[in-house]
């Protein structure tokens, strides 16, 4: 199943307990092997799923920008950090560097990222489902398959695959 963009949010709206639920009795009980399947589940579904086809994550939602990627962004834009921060950055309410809009200033019509190579790292592990100690980002989770198809799909597999 290839949930399209505009069903995502109902889709993961109708999972969200089921999958909330899911995820508490996985923080209890984790398998031995999670971070396997994660990594498993994670590289069949992206074998199989164009980013740039949606890049729902880029159009909805912002990173985090670290100290280091605010370094290497701005270097690469030949700019002093203090001025990549003033041109595209706010501290959020965690006292994070965060976008200042969205769709994020570096996508391209064509949904490619402008600074792909220097991007940030919540880009680049975006959306974390092949993170280890998976089962201690689940609240990030819960949100990640309310905007990335790919997301949603790999949790509902992780579910069928292990059931708790």
Do not use: W
């Amino acid at each position: 199943m290839k949930p399209k963009i505009d069903e995502l949010g109902k889709l993961a709206k109708d999972t969200h307990n089921e999958t909330k639920k899911y995820f508490d009795k996985l923080k209890k009980k984790t398998p031995k092997n999670l971070d396997y399947v994660m990594q498993d589940l994670h590289d069949a579904e992206f074998k199989k799923t164009d980013c740039l086809e949606c890049a729902n994550c880029c159009k909805t939602t912002g990173p985090l920008f670290t100290s280091a990627d605010i370094e290497r962004i701005s270097k690469s834009f030949r700019q002093k950090p203090q001025q990549f921060i003033d041109q595209y950055l706010r501290i959020d309410e965690d006292n994070d560097y965060v976008l200042k809009s969205v769709p994020c200033a570096f996508l391209d019509s064509d949904n490619k990222c402008f600074i792909y190579d220097v991007r940030p790292k919540a880009c680049r592990e975006f959306p974390h489902t092949d993170r280890k100690k998976f089962q201690q980002i689940s609240d990030l989770t819960l949100k990640n398959v309310a905007i990335c198809p790919a997301a949603f799909n790999i949790v509902e597999k992780m579910k069928e695959k292990l059931p708790l």
